[in-house]
C-alpha cells in the first residue's frame, strides 16, 4: 500500500520560513517525479514544484522560484520542499504527489498559514 505522509507545516509570519517533509513508503521513490501542490480555501489545487528521478531537474510555479526549493532523499524515501521568505498568499494545504506514467498518489496534506 503506497503512503505519502508530508509534515512540517505550521503558522508563520510573513517573511519567514517553513520546511516541508513527505515521507513515501509501499513505493520505489526514484522511479517517480516528485512533487509538491497547494489548495487554498475556495481554490484548485494548483501546481509549486517538481523535481525528476535523480534530482537533476527542477520545475517552480513562477511565483515562488527563488524563495521556494524541492529536494529528494531517495535512500531515505523523502521528498522536501524548503520555503523561504513566505507570503500570507502562500498559506494553503500542501500535498505531496508521486507520479510515473499513469501511476500518481496524493498524501494527505499539510496546513501551512502565513500571518502578516
Known amino acids: ?6 509534515s512540517g507545516g505550521g503558522l508563520v509570519q510573513a517573511g519567514g520560513s517553513l520546511r516541508l517533509s ?14 509538491w501542490f497547494r489548495q487554498a ?9 517538481a523535481i525528476n528521478w ?3 531537474s527542477t520545475d517552480y510555479k513562477p511565483s515562488v522560484k527563488g524563495r521556494f526549493t524541492i529536494s529528494r532523499d ?15 498568499e502562500d498559506t494553503a ?11 500518481q498518489f ?4 499539510t496546513q501551512v498559514t502565513v500571518s502578516s
Not at 500500500?1 to 508530508?6: F, T
Not at 531517495?74 to 500570507?88: G, H, I, Y
Open 74 to 88: 531517495n535512500a531515505k524515501s523523502t521528498v522536501f520542499l524548503q520555503m523561504n521568505s513566505l507570503k500570507p
Open 54 to 56: 535523480s534530482g537533476s
Open 22 to 35: 513527505c515521507g513515501a513508503s509501499g513505493l520505489t521513490l526514484r522511479s517517480y517525479t516528485m512533487g
Open 1 to 6: 500500500q503506497v503512503q505519502l505522509v508530508e
Open 93 to 103: 494545504v500542501y500535498y505531496c504527489n508521486a507520479s510515473s506514467g499513469s501511476r
Open 106 to 109: 496524493w498524501g494527505q496534506g
Open 41 to 49: 480555501p475556495g481554490k484548485e489545487r494548483e501546481f509549486v514544484a
